[in-house]
């Protein structure tokens, strides 16, 4: 991931997750031993999945734990109802990578969710890279227990991160382009990009130049439907190099929802692990991206009508 910053942010509120109407059912706030059968989503379950996921170690792509971690959303995946297929390809130094989707229907569908599960290499042998990568996956995990939508498709992708240490227009973002390039003239109408989601007092902030006026509204529209607060649930005044960006260069509407990470200290490093990340965040993104969801897949009956 890689920003490019025009203005300071206004809004760098470092609230708790303390919103009421937001805070997932009631369950110990550490790490579930199990996952819980919940009504809807569940962040408890989120984090279980997380915390699963960054124990496999780090996730670069071509490793072992990239392969063990397919295999365990592919496991929870089948397990709720979805059918799989892993598109194997080659970054052009010839790692091997693979992106891993799922569908209810074979049918080409109108809503894409994506999100990253490549974690950086070199960091340290540690690392977890649980908010840059494993919280994303752990919220459409979940997402995938109580979405039953057959009009929506996931896609968990490889590549994300650039070989060298900064991305760049050139390295980076290998399985988003991959897979938009895949779909040929069969690209969703909307996509929702999930990247760094779990963040205990995360702040969130979709980048303003990268974003419609539609889906700009949606956003809004969702914030206010769930109770949230506009000051953690902000804009970004630039563009980000991220997952959304060979979707929308194809002319898919997208919305990157990403939290600000610029200037931490724990982004690419062995302090982006489990202690970061916070159930109620976790149940906060997934209650948002269901509501988008829900949202855009209404105004497209609402077209179609
Ligand atoms: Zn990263």
Redesign the pocket.
């Known amino acids: 991931?890689r920003c490019f910053l025009l203005l300071i942010p206004a809004l760098l509120c470092l609230c708790s997750c303390d919103d009421k109407s937001t805070a997932p059912p009631a369950a110990p706030e550490k790490t579930p031993a199990e996952l819980v059968d919940s009504p809807g989503f569940n962040g408890h379950n989120a984090y279980a999945h997380c915390a699963a996921i960054c124990k496999l170690g780090p996730r670069y792509s071509g490793s072992a734990a990239y392969e063990q971690q397919l295999c365990y959303l592919e496991k929870h995946l089948h397990a709720a109802g979805w059918q799989t297929a892993r598109d194997s390809f080659a970054a052009p130094n010839g790692v091997k990578m693979c992106n891993l989707r799922a569908f209810r229907s074979t049918s080409p569908s109108p809503l894409l969710l994506s999100c990253h599960i490549d974690t950086?290499t070199g960091i340290a042998p540690d690392f977890e890279s649980a908010d840059?990568g494993a919280s994303g996956a752990a919220v459409l995990l979940e997402l995938a227990r109580v979405l039953s939508h057959e009009q929506v498709e996931l896609v968990f992708l490889d590549g994300?991160?650039s070989f060298a240490p900064r991305m760049s227009e050139t390295d980076g973002l290998y399985g988003s382009k991959f897979d938009a390039a895949r779909r040929g003239s069969t690209l969703p109408r909307w996509q929702i990009n999930l990247d760094m989601v779990g963040g205990r007092n995360k702040t969130m902030a979709i980048p303003s130049l990268d974003t419609s006026d539609f889906m700009y509204a949606q956003y809004t529209a969702a914030v206010r439907a769930l109770g949230l607060s506009e000051e953690k649930w902000t804009v970004w005044p630039g563009a980000y190099l991220d997952d959304h960006v060979p979707y929308l260069e194809a002319g898919v509407d997208s919305l990157n929802l990403i939290a600000v990470f610029s200037g931490s200290n724990w982004w690419?490093t062995p302090k982006d692990n489990m202690s970061r990340i916070c159930p109620r965040s976790l149940h906060e993104s997934g209650l948002m991206t269901l509501q988008l969801v829900n949202q855009l897949l209404n105004a497209g009956a609402a077209d179609a009508r």
């Open positions: 991931m950086k840059d994300e991160e690419h």
